[in-house]
């Protein structure tokens, strides 16, 4: 395919300097069906340099301080938010997302990253016990592991690389970090203020490709002794296969389909918006979605036609137009999976009651070759139909009607994911006995995606092993020693 010079071309960033490559793939706007960028093809020759450049950092950047690290961390935080209009505009366009979410989500999270993890990097404390009658004291110390590898979605490109970058460089830790290669160009960017911010060459090395070469081959690197991946659950079982030999130790957050509870005394006015949002936010690309609604009978029409006339609303257009609610989804191919699951849902007597293939979408002359789908609500879904058990990971969601609360928390849990799960009642006790029986990493109740990064995140089942968080990220990133001194 012939390329005018107009393409941005992306490099690797390996010891602190930026490598071409030999091959190179494309990458597309998903606004408009075109290509604008070319990513590096790498594989293991570029995964080798990387892991050896990490590899040389280790022994300086492991031996600074908590508070030396904590420092360029907020320096690059800085850096960050400096430029934040920059990141936000090319996050939008790479990754079809709108300049909106782009704007107050996806970068000010990536800032915050970095800073909460140099500020809790400064409060971790080791345990120290005493054996009086042995005339021994115990105490753990906690060391950075080495190189890690980093390998994170296309869904909030910035965001979850940086939830993986931070806490590992700030317990010490060198990386090489493998973006997705739908997503790059803001991970690449990044890179252009790691040398301005204090960071060492060698601490941070990205590596651009697909999960089959560059992704495979980091995994299988003997010298990688942990790896942390935000993904699939396909692509996760392949990663523990590879690095079972090595027994490498793994932080693996997967896939989520998501209910939410709405029990008849549940306050609607706040929970409808908040149910929209946590439907159709980021195109409906983000783990944490919703995708199954299950409402208390007695209330379900009601919710029904007061959800469906506000999804209705949802503006669907090009990224860039600050009025815009929905974006473009990533890919062609994963716009054709998503629809193809509305077929399904029609083909088995579902009832789809706006979006796709019922509402007309009106797109401005520029978008009209990108990848973009409305807002849309299915109900009488089966409880077994793939609509109901399988991850969509588009704007669709499924809402159908339940009477007790036992039987909807049996069937809540009756899919193989167990990530995040809403609640929305005005009953407390209820709250708390549904939140305690849900098979659920998180459980919000009477609100959505509000998050204290102190506490674990992860999920249960299908969706994951491992957490992360302040304590939960320290630990994975940190290998503990137990020394015991006789007196």
């Known amino acids: 395919m012939a390329h005018s010079k107009a393409l941005l071309e992306l490099e690797n960033f390996i010891g602190g300097k930026f490598v071409p490559c030999s091959s190179y793939i494309d990458s597309y706007n998903p606004s408009?069906?075109?290509v604008y960028c070319r990513v590096p093809d790498s594989g293991k020759e570029e995964v080798e340099a990387a892991v050896k450049a990490a590899k040389d950092a280790f022994?300086?950047?492991?031996s600074k301080s908590p508070l030396e690290r904590s420092q360029i961390l907020n320096k690059l935080a800085d850096l960050i938010e400096h430029d934040?209009?920059?990141?936000?505009q090319a996050e939008s366009k790479d990754q079809g997302k709108t300049i909106t979410f782009a704007r107050t989500v996806d970068i000010p999270r990536a800032v915050y990253n970095f800073r909460f993890f140099a500020s809790s990097i400064l409060h971790h404390v080791t345990e120290c016990t005493e054996m009086a009658t042995m005339g021994c004291v115990h105490y753990t110390l906690r060391a950075p592991v080495g190189v890690a590898g980093l390998i994170s979605p296309w869904n909030l490109p910035l965001y979850l690389l940086t939830w993986k970058i931070a806490p590992a460089i700030a317990c010490g830790n060198t990386v090489v970090a493998k973006p997705s290669e739908m997503t790059s160009v803001t991970a690449w960017m990044m890179c252009k203020l790691l040398e301005k911010a204090g960071v060492p060459q060698g601490v941070v090395n990205v590596v651009f490709g697909t999960g089959a070469k560059a992704g495979e081959a980091l995994v299988c690197h003997p010298d990688v002794p942990l790896i942390s991946f935000t993904g699939s659950t396909l692509t996760a079982q392949r990663i523990m296969e590879k690095s079972a030999p090595h027994c490498k130790r793994l932080s693996l957050e997967l896939g989520g389909k998501n209910p939410a509870i709405v029990f008849d005394d549940a306050d609607l006015t706040q929970c409808i918006p908040t149910t929209l949002r946590s439907s159709f936010a980021n195109q409906g690309e983000i783990c944490l979605c919703t995708s199954r609604i299950f409402v208390q009978r007695g209330i379900y029409s009601e919710f029904l036609k007061r959800f469906v006339a506000e999804a209705k609303k949802w503006k669907v257009g090009n990224p860039s137009d600050p009025t815009v609610n929905v974006g473009a989804l990533i890919s062609k191919e994963h716009l054709e999976k998503?629809?193809?699951?509305?077929?399904k849902a029609r083909a088995e007597g579902a009832r789809v009651l706006c979006g796709e293939g019922v509402d007309s979408l009106a797109l401005p002359a520029g978008n009209q070759k990108g990848y973009f789908m409305l807002?849309?609500?299915i109900a009488e879904v089966k409880d077994e139909s793939c609509c109901m058990q399988e991850e969509i990971f588009g704007p669709v969601t499924c809402v159908v009607a339940f009477d007790t609360e036992e039987e909807v928390i049996e069937r809540a849990n009756s899919v193989k994911y167990g990530l995040a799960a809403t609640v929305w009642s005005s009953n407390v006790g209820r709250?708390?006995?549904v939140a305690q029986r849900l098979q659920s990493g998180l459980v919000w109740t009477n609100c959505w995606l509000v998050r204290d990064l102190n506490l674990p995140f992860g999920g249960m089942k299908a969706s994951g092993i491992g957490r992360e968080g302040a304590k939960d990220s320290y630990e994975f990133f940190t290998e503990v020693k137990t020394i015991t001194i006789k007196h």
């Open 84 to 88: 934040l209009e920059a990141f936000a």
């Open 375 to 377: 807002p849309t609500v």
């Open 338 to 343: 998503v629809r193809s699951y509305v077929k």
């Open 59 to 62: 022994p300086i950047w492991s």
């Open 431 to 433: 709250v708390h006995r």
């Open 32 to 34: 408009t069906g075109d």
